[in-house]
């Protein structure tokens, strides 16, 4: 396994939960850019959201995406939904890794997300957040490898990735 793995998609389509399990099994680092922008700034993502704007949120994502991505060594990174979008962050990621987009049904989502008071975007509400994802499409299908997960387990996610990193 030479590469980074980096995993894309939108809220809630198991790229923390997944990301943790792939990096056991490939005994390789694993990275989740969330927790890592929360341990830097002492800040909660909806804090920071509150206090300083999504815009701040996005350039101190891109700048700890970028770190990671020029680290010299193996790493499974999972990005939060909204990394992929900002700048030309698909494009580093593609440059710098192998990058698996974890593409799941809005429904289940919805389903997946719509309690979670962690995600401030989910405050939009339903549709708004529908339309979220449309918008976001072209950019997650640019990753080299596409993984459907509905029906799927985290367990059984990993499985299908294994053969396509390997
Ligand atoms: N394949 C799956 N099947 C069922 N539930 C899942 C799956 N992947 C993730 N989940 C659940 O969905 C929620 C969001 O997962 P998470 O890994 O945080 O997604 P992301 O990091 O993409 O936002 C968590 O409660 C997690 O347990
Ligand atoms: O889609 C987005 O813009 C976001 C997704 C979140 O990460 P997850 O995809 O891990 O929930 C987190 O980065 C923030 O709430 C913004
Ligand atoms: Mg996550």
Do not use: Q
């Not at 990005?79 to 992929?84: L, N, Q, S, V």
């Not at 900002?86 to 593409?103: P, R, T």
């Amino acid at each position: 396994m030479k590469d980074k793995i980096v995993l894309v998609g939108f809220m809630g389509s198991g790229k923390t939960t997944v990301g943790k399990l792939l990096s056991k099994v490939l005994k390789i680092p694993f990275v989740d850019l969330d927790e890592e922008i929360v341990k830097r700034t002492n800040m909660s993502i909806p804090c920071i959201f509150e206090k300083f704007g999504e815009e701040r949120f996005r350039e101190i994502e891109r700048k700890t995406l970028v770190e990671f991505l020029l680290k010299p060594k193996n790493l499974v990174i999972s990005t939060g939904g909204g990394a992929p979008t900002y700048k030309n962050n698909m494009e580093l990621i593609n440059k710098n890794s192998v990058s698996v987009y974890l593409k799941t049904d809005f429904e289940k989502l919805w389903e997946r997300i719509s309690k979670d008071s962690n995600r401030p975007l989910v405050r939009l509400g339903k549709e708004k957040v529908r339309d979220l994802l449309k918008r976001r499409l072209s950019h997650y299908e640019k990753a080299k490898i596409i993984i459907r997960t509905d029906e799927l387990t985290p367990e059984e996610v990993v499985k299908k990735i294994l053969p396509e990193v390997s």
